[in-house]
């Protein structure tokens, strides 16, 4: 499942992050989604498709068709975190 989200639509409740914090962050400025985890993996569909459904704003939503051969690399989801609260929304 691949996950993308509008930041311009995004009204900032927070609820996809209190429920799936390793998959989505706010933005620290204005409360945006900040998507950490666009590739979600196959453990974690469900509470990504809930994420997609309770959204209030319908700012996340699955890319239909996506596939991929591999796994995303692993990384530092902490790193992630602080550079895309500090970065600018467009």
């Known amino acids: ?3 993308q989200v509008d930041r311009a ?3 900032g409740s927070g609820m996809c992050t209190l ?4 998959i989505f962050d706010q933005n620290e400025e204005d ?3 900040i998507l ?4 979600v993996r196959e453990s974690d569909e469900n509470l990504a498709a809930e ?5 209030p704003s319908g700012a996340i ?7 991929f051969a591999k796994k995303p690399a692993a990384g530092n989801t902490e ?7 500090s970065a600018p929304t467009s």
């Open 79 to 85: 790193s992630l975190r602080r550079r895309l609260r």
């Open 31 to 33: 409360g945006t989604v």
């Open 36 to 39: 950490l985890q666009p590739q």
């Open 1 to 3: 499942m691949l996950l």
């Open 9 to 11: 639509r995004c009204c």
């Open 19 to 22: 429920r799936a914090p390793a």
């Open 61 to 67: 939503s699955v890319v239909p068709g996506a596939t």
């Open 51 to 55: 994420c997609v459904q309770n959204c």
